[in-house]
């Protein structure tokens, strides 16, 4: 087993600028939706700019690149922080090399979109996607991922805010061209943490207040549709 560098700030580390840390590590995310049941042969999809669609069932996942840990924090936009999340699965940027390339052979690709079952989706310039830290995850703290938090996978991008880190992840569509971003407008092309990059448009620290303001109904909301399931 191999295991990733801890990339981001967790432990006695600071926080990047405008973060504040949280004990706990809710479900979080788009108000009202309920977490999708995990399907009986859950999969992962290639898409887009190939030459070669591929359907991958999650049970050959560790079977064709090699099982990693990676410690890291997550970062959501609103401006919590949950620190040092034991992740593990397999991470994209081996999956890229040794399953994409040789298999879809992906022409000219610039982006990825990835799509949780909850039809939440994201754009991933290549450059973050294949960043050394980023995975594709299917553990937490030592059990499998709960329907909380993305079962039966997700995507774990430390150095990206939260709205990056896709849950129940269930295709990875290639872009030649950067896609349209989402978010209703609130979604930026890199969203790095270390760089504040909140919003396309707005100045992060600008946006640090007013996002804090939503993260008490935002948390309400998520347990409530989590609650309903
Ligand atoms: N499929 C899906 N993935 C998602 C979201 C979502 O609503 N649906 N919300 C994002 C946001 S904004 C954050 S902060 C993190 C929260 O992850 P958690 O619910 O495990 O805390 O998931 C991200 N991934
Ligand atoms: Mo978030």
Known sequence: METAHPSTSGGLRSLPPGQHR?????RFG?????????????ALAVTGAV????????????????????????????????????????SLRRFWEQ???????????????????????????????LADDVMLADRLDGAPLDNLHGAPLRLVSPRQYGYKNI????GIEVCDTVPALGYSGSEHLRARVAQEERHPRIAGRLLRL?????????????????ASD
């Open 22 to 26: 949280r004990r706990d590590f809710p």
């Open 30 to 42: 788009q108000p009202g939706l309920r977490p999708p049941a995990v399907p009986d042969h859950p």
């Open 51 to 90: 030459e070669h669609e591929l359907r991958v069932p999650l049970t050959e996942l560790d079977r064709l690149v090699p099982r990693i840990d990676l410690v890291a924090d997550l970062h959501c936009v609103t401006t919590w922080t949950a620190t040092d999340l034991h992740w593990s699965g397999v």
């Open 99 to 129: 399953v994409v390339v040789p298999r879809c052979r992906p022409a000219g690709a610039v982006a990825v979109i990835a799509r949780g079952r909850d039809g939440v989706r994201a754009v991933l310039d290549l450059r973050d996607a």
């Open 167 to 170: 849950k129940h992840l269930c």
């Open 210 to 226: 007013p996002y804090r303001a939503t993260i008490p109904l935002i948390a309400w909301l998520n347990r409530r549709s989590a």
